[in-house]
C-alpha cells in the first residue's frame, strides 16, 4: 500500500480527530477494563505469533535488499521469544498502579469550597520512532492503561511488522468493545506524516520521539504541539582525586561496555589532575584492555604514559553509541562541573569520590536527569528505578525529567466543589 | 534609546548566555539570602517611587500620543499605591516557602543506591508580556525566589518604566552581591527579539508568555525552546435542569462582572432545555439587568420570551473580556460537555446543579485545568487556591495546569546514592 502526500497528509489529521474523539471514553475507563485488554492483546500476540512474524520477515527482507546495517535489522527482527516478551511488557503494564484518579493534593479552602487535584490522562499521545516493532506495542500498553489515545508513527522499515501488530491490538480492543481508535499506526512513507503530527494542536496533546539525536531534534524544533524531548545520552563519568579507583574502574568499564548502544552508556570519562600518573593510566589501560577505544588529546595523556587517538570537538559534544569513549584531563570537581556543563545532554552524570565535599558539589553542581554518585551511569533506567515500565528518558526539564512511565503520561485538573460561592 | 535590528539580536543572545552564566549561582543560593534580597527589593521600589513614576509618566505621554485606548492606559499606569502593591507582592514572595531542594520521593533499591528526585530551578526562564509594568517586578521575584534567571521581553509601550523598575531590581542585587544577571530587560522595538528568546535553545529553559490570545499563539507557535501557555479563558458556566436557579444566577453574574478583562470571567452560559421557559428567561434578563448584552440563536431564545443580539460563531469561541456573554441552549449535561468540548480554552468550565450524577458527569466530561461544580469560574486563581503568588494560568496539560506559582518554576534532578554499585 502507498500513500500520495495528499492522502498521507489528510490521513494523519483524519486518525487525530478519531483519536481525540474516542479519549473521553478512554479517559474514563475503569482500571479492571483497561486490565483486561491489556492481557487479552498479550495473549493474542502470542497466538498470532505467525502472521506477525511473517510481516516482520517482510520487512527484514525488504531492509536486507535496501542494504540496512546489521544492527538495524536486529533493532526490527522479531522471533517468538522476543514476542513472548513483548507480550510480557504489557502484562507487567497491565500489574501497575492505574495513576488515572489518584488525587495528588487538595485542600477546604476558607470559603468552604473543596478543591483537589486529580490525575487526568493527557487525551493523545503521538509517539514517532524508529524501527523497533517492540515500541508499538509498549506505546500503546502505556498509554491505554494512562487512559490516552495513542497515535504512533514508526519508522518506514517496521511498516509491515507495525501494521501486523496493531492489526491484533485493534481486534482485542474491538473484542472488548472498545474503541479501535485508542491506537492508530500512522502512514510513515515520507516525513510528511511526522510534520503533520506535530503540528496538529487541537488534536494531539503531546508527542513523544524516541530515537536517535537527528529525530529528536526535527521533532522538538518543528512542533507546534507539546513535545518530550527524550534519550540523547551524552554521559559523563567524573573520577575524583578521592575516588576509590579500583571501584572507580569497574562503575567505569560497565557504564561503558554494559550496552553501548543505549542512552545511559557512559560516553566521557573525566579524570581530576590530582590524580597520580599511575592512577591515570590505569583507567586508560583499563578501558583499552576492555576493547574501548580512547579519544583524548594526545600530549596530556602521553604526560602520563598513555596513548589516545586523537579527539575533535565531536568526540566530546556527541555521543558514540560504540566501543569509544572521550577522555579529558580536569581541575578537579569544579573543572568536571564545567566540562559537563558545556558538553553535557542533561542525562545521566557520574562522580566516583569518597570525599562527601565533592559529591556534594557535583550533585549540585551539574544540571542533569540524573546524578550518580559512586554508581554506574546504567542505572538511569525506568525498570531501576522501580517504575516498572518505561516510554522513554526524558532529558527536558517540562513536565518530566528522567525515565517516564504512566504518571508522566498524565495531567492534573482542579475539582472544586462549592455550594453557591462568589467572590 | 532605539536598536537596530542586528544589535537586538545580538543583544538577547548575549543577555540569555549571561543569565544562562549565573543561573548555577542562583540555584544554589540559600533561602534567606533570596528572601533577604526580595525584601530589600521591595524597600527599594518604594524609596525610589519617584524615578519609577518618571519613566511611568514617559511611557504614558507617549501612549496618550499614539492614541492608546483607556483600558491599555490604566493597566500601564502606576503611582504610590500600585507601587506599594508591587512592593508588597515582593515580600509575600519572600514569605513563602522554598521549593527548592524540596524531596518529592525517594527510595533505597534493592542494591542499596539510595534514590531522591529534588526540586531544582528551570535555570532560564523567559517571560513575554503586553504593557502591565507589574508583570516585571512579580516575575523578578517568583524567578529569584525558585532559584531561575529571568530574561524580560515587556512591552514596548511600558519601555521606560520596565527599566526603570529592573535598574532597582538590578541595583538590590548588587548591593547584595548576587550577580545583576538574575533579571534582565530584553529589547522591546521589534519583535525580532521576541523570536530570539523563543528559539534560543540550549540557553532558555521555558519561556512563558502571558498577555492576549495573539501574543501567547505567536510564542507558543513560534518556539523551539520549551513553552507554557497560559491564559486564554473562554469559560463557561452551564446551569442544569437541577440547579439552585438563584444561586446559579448569582454565581454566573459573580463570573462575568466581577472583572470582565481577566481570563477567568465567564464568557459564555450554557442553559438546559429542560428548564422551565421562566427560568431560562429569568438567566437571561438577570444578565440584561446588570448591564451585560447577551449574544445567541435569536430563535432559540425567543422561543422562551429573551431577546438576544445575533450571534455567529466567534461569540462561541472566542473570549470577550467585556460586558458580553454569549448564550446558548443545550440538552442536558452531555449537551453541555458537548459545547464545551468544542468550544473551550481548558481554562474554567462550571455547572450549577443539584444533581450528583450531574456534577459526577461534569466533572469527568470536560477538559479543562479548573472545574467548578456550584461555584463561580472566578476562583480559578492563584491567590484563591492559597499559592500565594501567581505567575499565570497554564491552560496547557504538561508540566503545570491551572495557576503556576513557585513550584511550576522548578523541575526535578534524580540524585542516586551509591557505594560503587554496577549492573
Not at 474514563?28 to 495473549?43: G, M, N, Q, S, Y
Not at 574502574?249 to 579524570?271: H, Q
Not at 569544579?334 to 557520574?350: D, L
Amino acid at each position: 500500500m502507498t500513500w500520495t502526500r495528499g492522502t498521507s497528509v489528510s490521513e494523519v489529521l483524519d486518525k487525530a480527530r478519531r483519536a481525540k474523539a474516542v479519549a473521553p471514553e478512554l479517559a474514563v475507563l475503569p482500571t479492571p477494563a483497561k486490565d483486561a485488554v491489556l492481557r487479552a492483546a498479550a495473549e493474542a500476540l502470542e497466538q498470532r505469533a505467525d502472521d506477525i512474524l511473517t510481516a516482520n520477515q517482510r520487512d527484514l527482507a525488504a531492509g536486507r535488499d535496501a542494504g540496512l546495517a546489521e544492527s538495524v535489522l536486529d533493532r526490527l527482527a522479531l522471533d517468538d521469544e522476543r514476542i513472548a516478551g513483548i507480550a510480557g511488557g504489557l502484562r507487567q503494564v497491565a500489574g501497575l498502579p492505574d495513576p488515572v484518579g489518584e488525587v495528588l493534593t487538595g485542600r477546604t479552602l476558607p470559603n468552604g469550597i473543596k478543591m483537589r487535584q486529580v490525575r487526568v490522562p493527557l487525551g493523545v499521545m503521538g509517539m514517532v520512532y524508529e524501527a523497533r516493532p517492540n515500541v508499538t506495542v509498549d506505546a500503546f500498553g502505556l498509554a491505554l492503561k494512562s487512559g490516552n489515545a495513542a497515535l504512533l508513527r514508526g519508522s518506514k522499515t517496521a511498516r509491515h511488522s507495525n501494521e501486523a501488530l496493531v492489526t491484533v491490538l485493534q481486534d482485542t480492543l474491538a473484542a472488548h468493545d472498545l474503541p479501535r481508535e485508542a491506537v492508530q499506526l500512522l502512514p510513515s512513507e515520507s516525513h510528511d506524516s511526522v510534520r503533520e503530527l506535530i503540528t496538529a494542536r487541537g488534536l494531539v496533546d503531546v508527542v513523544i520521539p524516541r530515537g536517535g539525536a537527528r529525530l529528536i531534534d526535527a521533532v522538538v524544533t518543528g512542533a507546534t504541539v507539546p513535545t518530550i524531548e527524550t534519550g540523547t545520552g551524552n554521559c559523563h563519568f567524573y573520577i575524583d582525586r578521592d575516588a576509590d579507583l579500583d571501584q572507580a574502574i569497574t562503575m567505569l568499564l560497565n557504564g561503558k561496555t554494559r550496552r553501548v548502544s543505549v542512552c545511559n552508556a557512559t560516553e566521557t570519562v573525566l579524570l581530576d589532575e590530582a590524580l597520580a600518573d599511575h592512577d591515570k593510566l590505569a583507567v586508560i589501560e583499563a578501558l583499552q584492555g576492555a576493547g574501548v577505544q580512547v579519544h583524548g588529546d594526545v600530549d596530556t595523556h602521553a604526560a602520563f604514559g598513555a596513548e589516545v587517538v586523537p579527539a575533535t570537538e565531536a568526540d566530546f559534544a556527541e555521543e558514540y553509541l560504540s566501543m569509544d569513549i572521550a577522555s579529558a584531563v580536569v581541575d578537579g570537581v569544579e573543572g568536571a562541573i564545567a566540562h559537563v556543563t558545556r558538553y553535557s545532554s542533561g542525562h545521566t552524570e557520574a562522580i566516583a569520590s569518597q570525599s562527601a565535599d565533592a559529591l556534594r558539589r557535583f550533585a549540585d553542581g551539574v544540571d542533569a536527569a540524573a546524578v550518580m554518585l559512586n554508581a554506574s551511569t546504567a542505572f538511569t533506567d525506568g525498570e531501576q528505578y522501580g517504575m516498572g515500565a518505561e516510554i522513554g528518558i526524558s532529558t527536558q526539564k517540562l513536565h518530566a525529567r528522567g525515565p517516564m512511565a504512566l504518571p508522566e503520561l498524565t495531567t492534573t485538573k482542579w475539582i472544586l466543589e462549592g455550594s453557591g460561592q462568589v467572590r
